[in-house]
């Protein structure tokens, strides 16, 4: 009887036993299922991290190569734009001026272009009562060593009266002159055109040429003090092309596009606020 109750007793502690271990098995099954959909999930989230960065940094490079092709393409536009030579002129051709020591036009503008030791600046200049009346526009942009530096300064000519302002720094001077000869850098040119040349100049006539619309007086003019040798077309006193060098470094001038129609009456004001000395 006791043997029998013993083996009762073995039989259901053995049970017991194999019940335990079920359970525990079923925990640790659960548990290690748990942490195994704990790792995918965290795998997942890792891999959609990293997919959605790559997504991010990719979109944040092709942002910036667009722009910077944007601006670049901008860039090149500008430049061809401010140096490109004009189309060839296919309309019909201004004689010359019968008095070629007059400037030849009553009133209307222009934009020149001039260049010299890699530099280049863009002038447009609005003129009114056969150019006694002047207003001289630079606006231009001059890149040095990777140093880039605005200019946006104005003259305004009345006869003898004259104002050099600087617009971006809201200055400028006030002076009178003697007479209304132009005092420009194509003074010393024009001056040979229809009077007698400073001592040493050689002006050497080349008949005429035609450019832009109009027939120019071709001329080359040599002066061995400032190692001048430059071929100057002009049409009335105005130079409409220079080209050659001057003490050894290669220049050119020349006006790109004329317009005839009257220019705004307050393009030779000064503008308000600026402070004159």
Request: glycine share 6%; aromatic share 6%; proline share 4%.
């Amino acid at each position: 009887m006791k043997t029998i109750s013993k083996i009762l007793i073995l039989g259901i502690f053995a049970l017991s036993c194999v019940t335990l271990q079920g359970q525990v098995l079923n925990r640790i099954n659960r548990a290690a299922q748990n942490a195994a959909e704990r790792a995918a999930t965290r795998q997942v989230e890792k891999r959609t991290e990293e997919a959605v960065n790559k997504a991010i940094e990719k979109t944040i490079e092709a942002n910036e190569k667009a722009a910077e092709e944007a601006r670049a393409a901008k860039e090149a536009k500008e430049a061809q734009a401010s140096t490109s030579e004009p189309a060839p002129y296919t309309g019909p051709v201004r004689e010359a001026p019968k008095d070629a020591s007059k400037f030849p036009f009553e009133q209307g503008s222009y934009v020149q272009i001039s260049e010299a030791l890699g530099f280049e600046l863009k002038t447009t200049v609005y003129f009114a009562q056969s150019g006694l009346w002047q207003a001289i526009e630079d606006k231009s942009e001059i890149k040095f060593f990777g140093m880039s530096t605005k200019m946006d300064k104005l003259h305004i000519i009345k006869g003898t009266q004259h104002w050099n302002l600087d617009l971006a720094e809201k200055t400028g001077s006030y002076y009178e002159t003697d007479s209304t000869a132009p005092e420009d850098a194509d003074a010393v040119l024009t001056s040979t055109l229809g009077g007698s040349p400073p001592e040493g100049v050689v002006v050497t006539e080349l008949g005429t040429e035609d450019y832009i619309g109009y027939t120019c007086r071709k001329v080359r003019v040599q002066y061995p003090e400032l190692a001048m040798d430059v071929t100057n077309l002009s049409y009335g006193t105005l130079v409409m092309k220079n080209e050659g060098s001057v003490l050894g470094v290669k220049t050119s001038v020349r006006v790109i596009s004329v317009d005839l129609n009257a220019p705004p009456a307050s393009k030779f004001e000064v503008p308000a606020g600026i402070n004159i000395q």
